[in-house]
């Protein structure tokens, strides 16, 4: 089944607390995943950010809106447990918990959801309402920016000369740590369409090891297992075994099999994931607003 909304999560929890004893988020989480019996994918599914698996994040902020209308109590850090509230709740439980019900019942919770100062803003019931968590809605927010952006730096790059985007390959790969210094990446990469290689650059500070680059800036043209092929001849022509293929359009799935497959190891970065990577590194972007997600300090308040 589909990892349940966290508004699906709060009655299965409230009841798993109704035994009266002390509970901690990880043993809850395993007895809800149980419960909705999730695969092993499901329990493990991350948020888009990386930071947090998806159904522990659900099952935290159903605790937290549990704990905020007052059905639920924090005796200690780390632990909770039902309060008398919660016990009223479970001899007559409705048949789902939502945010709707907290809100039209307790109204600690409309204390709770209520704008923090009287300037227009509006509740937090609009993420709540939905079936997403709070952290979860701001993510995708994040995401539909970001998939944005993407497109409008490629759609640039794509704008740009030969040569422009030339330097801009090198301004990335020394922005990603490869090259040394700007200059020395320059003197040391030589867009001259030499044999099938467009140029090379230093994989590190020291030049013990260097890479091949093939550029190719196409609007349309799908990179095909031919070109790839004629890449790694040349890679043989100079006796490498790395070589980075960036183009601003992107790869045909024949030309990435066969760049996985072979022994060399040469890397393919489509138009999407230059950008991504432009992003990543700063370049040719710029920030416009920054939003920091913090959290309770555990140690600050140890005795």
Same mark, same amino acid.
């Given at each position: 089944?589909?990892?349940?909304?966290?508004?699906?999560?709060?009655?299965?929890?409230?009841?798993?607390?109704?035994?009266?004893?002390?509970?901690?988020?990880?043993?809850?989480?395993?007895?809800?995943? %149980?419960?909705?019996?999730?695969?092993?994918?499901?329990?493990?599914?991350?948020?888009?950010?990386?930071?947090?698996?998806?159904?522990? %994040?659900?099952?935290?902020?159903?605790?937290?809106?549990?704990?905020?209308?007052?059905?639920?109590?924090?005796?200690?850090?780390?632990?909770?447990?039902?309060?008398?509230?919660?016990?009223?709740?479970?001899?007559?439980?409705?048949?789902?918990?939502?945010?709707?019900?907290?809100?039209?019942?307790?109204?600690?919770?409309?204390?709770?959801?209520?704008?923090?100062?009287?300037?227009?803003?509006?509740?937090?019931?609009?993420?709540?309402?939905?079936?997403?968590?709070?952290?979860?809605?701001?993510?995708?927010?994040?995401?539909?920016?970001?998939?944005?952006?993407?497109?409008?730096?490629?759609?640039?790059?794509?704008?740009?000369?030969?040569?422009?985007?030339?330097?801009?390959?090198?301004?990335?790969?020394? *922005?990603?740590?490869? *090259?040394?210094?700007?200059?020395?990446?320059?003197?040391?990469?030589?867009?001259?369409?030499?044999?099938?290689?467009?140029?090379?650059?230093?994989?590190?500070?020291?030049?013990?090891?260097?890479?091949?680059?093939?550029?190719?800036?196409?609007?349309?043209?799908?990179?095909?297992?031919?070109?790839?092929?004629?890449?790694?001849?040349?890679?043989?022509?100079?006796?490498?075994?790395?070589?980075?293929?960036?183009?601003?359009?992107?790869?045909?799935?024949?030309?990435?099999?066969?760049?996985?497959?072979?022994?060399?190891?040469?890397?393919?970065?489509?138009?999407?994931?230059?950008? %991504?990577?432009?992003?990543?590194?700063?370049?040719?972007?710029?920030?416009?607003?920054?939003?920091?997600?913090?959290?309770?300090?555990?140690?600050?308040?140890?005795?």
């Amino acid at each position: 089944m589909p990892i349940p909304d966290f508004q699906e999560i709060t009655l299965p929890l409230l009841k798993l607390s109704g035994d009266q004893n002390d509970h901690t988020l990880p043993e809850t989480e395993e007895a809800l995943a %149980n419960f909705f019996q999730l695969t092993q994918e499901e329990r493990v599914e991350m948020l888009p950010s990386g930071t947090q698996r998806r159904f522990a %994040n659900r099952v935290a902020w159903a605790k937290v809106y549990l704990t905020k209308a007052g059905l639920l109590l924090s005796p200690r850090r780390s632990v909770y447990r039902i309060s008398q509230s919660g016990l009223d709740l479970l001899k007559n439980p409705p048949p789902h918990i939502s945010v709707s019900f907290l809100k039209e019942h307790y109204k600690e919770i409309r204390e709770f959801l209520k704008p923090s100062k009287d300037n227009g803003q509006t509740e937090v019931t609009s993420a709540g309402e939905s079936s997403t968590t709070p952290r979860e809605t701001l993510e995708a927010a994040y995401e539909v920016l970001r998939k944005q952006l993407v497109q409008e730096v490629l759609d640039r790059v794509k704008q740009t000369t030969p040569r422009y985007f030339e330097e801009l390959v090198v301004d990335l790969l020394v *922005g990603m740590g490869y *090259g040394g210094t700007l200059s020395d990446a320059g003197r040391a990469t030589q867009f001259t369409n030499d044999e099938g290689i467009d140029g090379v650059i230093k994989q590190d500070k020291l030049g013990l090891d260097v890479i091949y680059v093939q550029a190719k800036k196409y609007t349309d043209k799908v990179v095909g297992r031919p070109d790839v092929q004629a890449f790694v001849g040349a890679l043989d022509g100079k006796h490498a075994n790395k070589g980075v293929f960036i183009t601003t359009s992107r790869f045909a799935d024949s030309a990435i099999t066969y760049a996985r497959d072979i022994s060399k190891k040469v890397v393919l970065i489509d138009g999407e994931q230059l950008a %991504n990577y432009m992003i990543d590194y700063n370049l040719g972007v710029s920030t416009s607003a920054t939003f920091t997600l913090k959290r309770i300090d555990n140690d600050y308040f140890e005795d």
